[in-house]
Each structure stands twice: as structure tokens, then as C-alpha cells.
């Protein structure tokens, strides 16, 4: 599956094993793991971007994008549904190699892929969790329909740092 955008070049598609490589390239960087949970590797290393790709992407080929420029991967952006009474959920997760950042490729990736689970899956609402100290990803989501509907003092530790924690989403029918 291929998902164009209004930037040339860039679509959202399925991975394949091969991306591995540029995937973990991309990924391995502090810049980018600062924002996530201590569970997104560092080092990521080959072998834990394929099995990224080899497990949960392939499992998950309608919800786990590659973000590709001229078919060379740069990035990921993923919806995971949640389950049980919170199934028509899903949580929105994302990351650019830093190369790339600042060209509003993330505000454009998130826009059509917002859209696209919102036609493509039984999805009503889809949210995002950012720290309070990453004023980037809050002006992606709000640049793509977001709206802030949380916000949650003390929420975070990370590299024994205690950050805020704000919650967006975006639901169907709005
Ligand atoms: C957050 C991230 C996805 C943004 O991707 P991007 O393609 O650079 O985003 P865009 O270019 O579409 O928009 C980002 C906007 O935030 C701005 N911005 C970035 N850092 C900023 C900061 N520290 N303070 C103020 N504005 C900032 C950019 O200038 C840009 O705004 P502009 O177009 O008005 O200049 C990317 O920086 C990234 O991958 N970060 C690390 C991983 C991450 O944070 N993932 C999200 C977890 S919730």
C-alpha cells in the first residue's frame, strides 16, 4: 500500500525487510529516543529494526507506515489500536530522521495518515502523548486537526528528569 502526499516524493507505504538498514540509521540517534519511552532502543541497531519491520510492522500492514522519500525510509508513523472497551482507540506515534526535520514533512505525513485510518479502519479517535518539552511534535498534531484534551503534571521520567505529559487526539467526526 502506497499513501501519496503533497510533498514530491514523499508517500507513507508498507515496509519491507530491506528498509532495515536506513531504518536503523535514521532511528539511531539520541535526538530522536529523548522523546520516547526508554523502551525505543539506543543503540537501534539492524537487528532491532528488523525485527521491527519483520514483526510488528508485518503484522500490522494497514497501521505501521514507513515514511519514504524518493523510496528511501526516513522515518516511521504508526497507529496502535487499543483493546478491549478502548478499541475504537488508537495511539498515534512518530519519528523523522533529524536530516529532515523543520520542512513540515511530519505535519503532512500525520494529516494523511490521520485521514487515511480514519476511512480505512473502525477507528473513532486517535491520540497522541507528547512531553512538555517537545514543542515540535505539539505543533504537528495541532497543524494536523489535534486537538490538546489532556495535560498531565509530573507524568514523565526520563534520564531522571520529571516532564509534563500533554494529550491530543483527533476524532472522526469532528
Ligand atoms: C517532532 C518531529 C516529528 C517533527 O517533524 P518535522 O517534520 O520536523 O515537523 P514539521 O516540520 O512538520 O513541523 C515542526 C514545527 O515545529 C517547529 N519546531 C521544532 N522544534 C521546535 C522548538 N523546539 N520550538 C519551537 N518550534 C519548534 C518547527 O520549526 C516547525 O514549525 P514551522 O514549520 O512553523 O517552522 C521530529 O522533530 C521528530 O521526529 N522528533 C523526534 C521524535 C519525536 O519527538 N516524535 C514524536 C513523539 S510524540
Same mark, same amino acid.
Given at each position: 500500500?502506497?499513501?501519496?502526499?503533497?510533498?514530491?516524493?514523499?508517500?507513507?507505504?508498507?515496509?519491507?525487510?530491506?528498509?532495515? @538498514?536506513?531504518?536503523?540509521?535514521?532511528?539511531?540517534?539520541?535526538?530522536?529516543?529523548?522523546?520516547?519511552?526508554?523502551?525505543?532502543?539506543?543503540?537501534?541497531?539492524?537487528?532491532?529494526?528488523?525485527?521491527?519491520?519483520?514483526?510488528?510492522?508485518?503484522?500490522?500492514?494497514?497501521?505501521?507506515?514507513?515514511?519514504?522519500?524518493?523510496?528511501? @525510509?526516513?522515518?516511521?508513523?504508526?497507529?496502535?489500536?487499543?483493546?478491549?472497551?478502548?478499541?475504537?482507540?488508537?495511539?498515534?506515534?512518530?519519528?523523522?530522521?533529524?536530516?529532515?526535520?523543520?520542512?513540515?514533512?511530519?505535519?503532512?505525513? @500525520?494529516?494523511?495518515?490521520?485521514?487515511?485510518?480514519?476511512?480505512?479502519?473502525?477507528?473513532?479517535?486517535?491520540?497522541?502523548?507528547?512531553?512538555?518539552?517537545?514543542?515540535?511534535?505539539?505543533?504537528?498534531?495541532?497543524?494536523?486537526?489535534?486537538? =490538546?484534551?489532556?495535560?498531565?503534571?509530573?507524568?514523565?521520567?526520563?534520564?531522571?528528569?520529571?516532564?509534563? =505529559?500533554? =494529550?491530543?487526539?483527533?476524532?472522526?467526526?469532528?
Amino acid at each position: 500500500m502506497v499513501l501519496k502526499t503533497n510533498i514530491k516524493g514523499l508517500v507513507l507505504r508498507n515496509y519491507i525487510l530491506e528498509d532495515a @538498514v536506513t531504518y536503523a540509521k535514521h532511528a539511531d540517534n539520541y535526538n530522536i529516543w529523548k522523546y520516547f519511552r526508554d523502551e525505543f532502543p539506543n543503540p537501534y541497531t539492524i537487528e532491532k529494526a528488523k525485527e521491527y519491520i519483520g514483526n510488528i510492522c508485518n503484522a500490522n500492514q494497514k497501521t505501521y507506515l514507513a515514511i519514504s522519500l524518493d523510496d528511501i @525510509v526516513i522515518g516511521d508513523i504508526h497507529v496502535a489500536q487499543q483493546t478491549d472497551i478502548l478499541k475504537l482507540s488508537g495511539f498515534l506515534g512518530y519519528w523523522l530522521s533529524e536530516e529532515f526535520w523543520g520542512k513540515g514533512i511530519m505535519t503532512e505525513a @500525520v494529516r494523511v495518515f490521520t485521514k487515511y485510518i480514519f476511512y480505512n479502519s473502525e477507528l473513532i479517535r486517535i491520540f497522541a502523548r507528547v512531553f512538555s518539552n517537545n514543542v515540535g511534535s505539539m505543533k504537528v498534531l495541532e497543524r494536523a486537526g489535534y486537538i =490538546q484534551e489532556g495535560y498531565f503534571k509530573n507524568a514523565i521520567i526520563k534520564e531522571g528528569k520529571i516532564y509534563d =505529559q500533554l =494529550q491530543y487526539a483527533k476524532l472522526k467526526s469532528t
